[in-house]
């Protein structure tokens, strides 16, 4: 059964971090392409970035980028997103999503605020 599941969602205030997982399962992790995505409330959902295969190459929204990192560890199947420097326009549900497979996470809340 494939499944990417999210955690490390929280509350943080404004210049704050926070560092969101993402566990994979049911499919060779290490052969895709992972992607970040968010959505914020009445917005639609939006790339933050994705880490290839190899974690060799990075791409970022020019909204997050120098802010958050997107790493991966093959040998547990996961991968990371860094969030630095938050601001209170960050506040989404972060999605993980693997693009080749079309397969999503249930998301986990990221809220900044004061």
């Known amino acids: 059964q494939v499944q990417l599941v999210e955690s490390g969602g929280d509350l943080v205030q404004p210049g704050g971090s926070l560092r969101l997982s993402c566990a994979a399962s049911?499919?060779?992790?290490?052969?895709?392409?992972m992607s970040w995505y968010r959505q914020a409330p009445g917005k639609e959902r939006e790339s933050v970035g994705f880490?290839?295969?190899?974690?060799?190459?990075?791409r970022y929204a020019d909204s997050v980028k120098g802010r958050f990192t997107i790493s991966r560890d093959n040998t547990k199947r996961t991968v990371i997103l860094q969030m630095n420097s938050l601001k209170p326009e960050d506040t989404a549900v972060y999605y993980c999503?693997?693009?080749?497979?079309?397969?999503w996470g249930q998301g986990t809340q990221v809220t900044v605020s004061s």
């Open positions: 999503y693997v693009p080749n497979l079309r397969i």
């Open positions: 049911g499919f060779t992790f290490s052969s895709y392409t």
């Open positions: 880490i290839n295969n190899v974690g060799g190459i990075t």
